[in-house]
């Protein structure tokens, strides 16, 4: 799939990597259409990048309906945003709980699902998921995060098979510990047994090269990471003695508390 020419939907535009990934889309030359909560954080970007905006509660059934509706010439969705949702789920209410479910996996399946007859029609086009490592291998602390991230990948694994023969392809990125942006460089506290970070521009290249590619899943993250990675999912019980040791729990403890302080 070309990037260039092509209508792109980003999701979770003004946080996170989303301002990034803008710009990367609008330097390989895509027409963007950029959404977000925040009308006021939208403008700029939309100045910026001479892009069209839909202010969006992701959470909201309907915002989700009507997005798709405004949004029904895209050839190309990102959908990148998401709620941190770390901490303890004793620590949550039943409402953040449905806030979190509803931004990190139900809007970005709805969106697939709304968007792709007219891709599938078309002939061409592309979903992209922003996942997480989380996403394969549980930590400590991320019940609720790592439930929506393993979900997204299923979803988007399985969705790509189904639409298989359509043209239309979908993918998910899955980034490690990113440095400069994100809620892991918010804490400013170091990784778990010094594994190394990536940066965003990483990241989106991730993003890019999926969609150009046509690749079912880019984990983004140095090869000891995805190794590690790959053992925590085949053996948990191992990973969960592993994490303690590399003092994962002191990584975590600070991320609860940055996203504490943000709320």
Do not use: W
Not at 89 to 107: F, G, K
Not at 132 to 141: D, N, V
Not at 238 to 260: D, K, M, P, Y
């Amino acid at each position: 799939m070309r990037i260039a020419g092509s209508t792109v939907l980003l999701t979770g535009v003004t946080g996170g990597i989303g301002g990034a990934l803008a710009a990367e889309l609008s330097a390989h030359g895509a027409r963007l259409v950029l959404t977000g909560r925040r009308v006021e954080a939208l403008k700029p970007l939309a100045d910026r990048y001479g892009a069209r905006t839909i202010p969006a509660d992701l959470a909201d059934p309907d915002d989700v309906r009507r997005l798709a509706e405004e949004a029904a010439d895209t050839d190309i969705l990102i959908a990148n945003a998401a709620l941190p949702s770390s901490g303890d789920v004793l620590d949550y209410t039943p409402e953040q709980i449905d806030r979190a479910l509803a931004v990190n996996l139900r809007a970005p399946a709805m969106l697939a699902r709304l968007l792709a007859p007219g891709m599938v029609a078309a002939g061409r086009g592309h979903i992209c998921f922003v996942g997480s490592l989380s996403g394969m291998a549980a930590t400590k602390s991320s019940s609720l995060y790592t439930a929506t991230k393993f979900g997204l990948r299923g979803f988007s694994l399985a969705f790509r098979q189904d639409l298989h023969g359509t043209g239309v392809g979908v993918s998910i990125v899955q980034p490690g510990f990113v440095r400069d942006l994100g809620m892991f460089a918010k804490t400013g506290s170091s990784t778990p047994g010094g594994v190394r970070t990536v940066s965003p521009q990483q990241v989106c290249k991730g993003v890019t090269r999926a969609i150009e590619r046509d690749a079912a899943e880019i984990n983004v993250a140095p090869p000891e990471l995805r190794f590690l990675t790959k053992v925590a999912s085949q053996f948990p019980g191992f990973a969960e003695r592993v994490q303690r040791l590399a003092g994962a729990e002191r990584t975590v403890s600070a991320i609860v508390a940055a996203q504490r302080e943000s709320r």
